[in-house]
């Protein structure tokens, strides 16, 4: 598997579930990142909380890739959109609903509602394609969080 680290980001609202959120980035991430809010103010205005989950290490990257689950990085590994989530510094790009994701599912977003956007560097190198490494680096996770039964079950109700 091919990544050089991981980032997910959400926004929270004055009178959203900030833990909630942090919780959520914690399971998601499997606990491998280091998670920072900073006290910002929208653009209108109002005040929120922006939650930052930064995984750098390689190994660390690669295992917390395992807790999205065999699902859906299945079914990432097979969109026809694959190609147009990766930019041209090799960023895999997604974006997961907030609110499922508190609910402890792993949902893509439909763009309606808040999101916790993600982004993968993939480590790829002069002469090798980053649709392939993609896909490699996504069925390879997807077998290993088969195996390891992963995603792990989320209590919302701990938060």
């Known amino acids: 598997m091919a990544v050089h680290n991981i980032t997910w ?4 609202s004055g009178v959203g ?10 399971w998601l991430t499997g606990g491998e990142a280091e998670i920072t809010q900073e006290k ?8 929120m909380t922006m939650l930052r989950a930064h995984i750098q ?4 990257a690669k295992h917390s890739i395992c807790h999205l ?11 026809p959109d694959l190609e147009s989530r990766i930019d ?3 960023i895999l790009h997604i974006r997961l609903s907030i609110s499922s994701l508190i609910r402890g599912s792993i ?3 439909k763009g309606i509602e808040e999101q ?4 993968i560097k993939l480590e790829v190198y002069p002469g090798q394609d980053a649709i392939e490494n993609a896909r490699v680096m996504l069925t390879t996770a997807a077998n290993k969080a088969r195996i390891a039964g992963l995603p792990v079950e989320f209590d919302p109700r701990n938060v």
């Open 9 to 12: 980001n959400a926004t929270s």
């Open 57 to 60: 290490q390689k190994k660390a």
């Open 107 to 109: 949902e893509f977003s």
């Open 17 to 26: 579930s900030t833990t909630g959120i942090e919780a959520a980035l914690n």
């Open 88 to 90: 041209e510094q090799n």
């Open 40 to 47: 910002v103010k929208s653009y209108h205005g109002a005040r």
């Open 69 to 79: 689950g065999p699902e859906f990085l299945n079914q990432l590994s097979h969109s």
């Open 116 to 119: 916790v956007k993600g982004r």
